[in-house]
């Protein structure tokens, strides 16, 4: 059994629509951010960065999205979420989970976490600013350079496009238009019609 | 063949060391910064992102240093540099050099990079004055959540070492003593014992 502390709208959307494809037996616990519950002791046993996706399993407990969307895939091969047999096609696969991290959801939290790097409000607030803009460069740059289509690695489904998809549901409140982004428009519409993925938005709502 | 695209003193560091690990039949190409190489059109087309490290192989070109890590390691297998038959032990692993990757490594941009995320100086300099407290505080995370002993993942080298190496070289420069930082002045220490560290840094220095 695996267990997932999740926060709805965040990051770990894209690891809970993971578990889902890949059928596995797993739970989900809620972290409430509103109650600032990640910063409690009871979370911060679980992932002592106060961060979600955590993810509890037999082993122990992993943290961070592209750790744990390829662990996922490599416990289910059957369901064939990562090109897991060919090392440069995973390398591939996780070259863009990675700039995913490590750019994407970093140009994003600029906007709701500056205060991680700088501390007077006219500073958190230029960061605000220039985020509409950061995003946009972003999405166009996997449009045009990662992006194959129709899914992200090509014909094949992997777990970047959850992950892709996961980071695409913030452009609007970044100030990003997505009509600007038509090939990130349609991936997501795609992604929409998966009963994974419904089945993962309606539980984020409930 | 490889062919590692390279900066010395930046995180490429961490794939140089890796590729002299594992013993591969590879050559380096240097970016000069100082000229901004990294943004004429000879590297934009190895590399849109305008970033190093990139690694050219025979079936395409691989970025972002997690990714390029563990493909190494999968390549070279007898080397020994990850775990990597075992799923959990992979994603841990992964989950420390993605946490390097979009946590420490950010935390250290803000210094020379603030531009990436607001564009008035007051912001910029505000960034900078944030990067010690940031940088002491992930790696004060580091030997307290994750490093095991006498390496990152404990008895064994694995490709987490370099990179936690090459993050630990900035510490300096961002304004944190490593003598705070016991642990990781221990592991520098070992690491400037092996030759393929020494070696690398012998022809960053040249």
Redesign the interface.
């Known amino acids: 059994m695996l267990t997932l502390y999740y926060t709805s709208g965040t990051c770990a959307r894209a690891s809970h629509i993971t578990l889902e494809e890949a059928g596995a037996d797993y739970e989900t616990v809620r972290v409430n951010f509103a109650t600032n519950d990640q910063n409690k002791p009871e979370f911060l046993a679980i992932n ?2 106060g961060r979600v996706p955590a993810l509890v ?1 037999d ?2 407990i ?7 969307l ?2 996922i895939a ?2 289910f091969p059957d369901a064939g979420l990562a090109p897991v047999e060919d ?2 096609a ?3 696969l ?2 863009i989970n ?2 995913l ?2 750019t994407v ?3 994003h939290a ?1 906007r709701p976490r500056g205060s ?5 409000e ?2 958190i607030d ?2 605000k ?2 985020v509409p803009e ?1 995003m946009l460069n972003a999405f166009q ?1 996997i449009e ?2 990662m992006f194959k289509g129709p899914w992200v690695m090509g014909d094949t489904y992997t777990v970047a496009d959850p992950y892709l998809f996961t980071l695409s549901c913030w452009l609007k409140g970044d100030g990003v238009n997505i009509d600007d982004l038509p090939t990130i428009a349609e991936h997501r519409e795609r992604m929409l019609e998966r009963p994974a993925v419904q089945k993962v938005l309606a539980v984020e709502e409930a």
Not at 62 to 68: D, F, R
């Open positions: 002592p960065k399993t082993r122990g992993l943290t961070e999205t592209p750790a744990i390829l662990y490599q416990c090392h440069f995973t390398a591939e996780q070259s990675s700039y991290c490590s959801h970093v140009f600029h991680r790097w700088a501390d007077d006219a500073s230029a960061m600013k220039k950061n740059h045009k350079n």
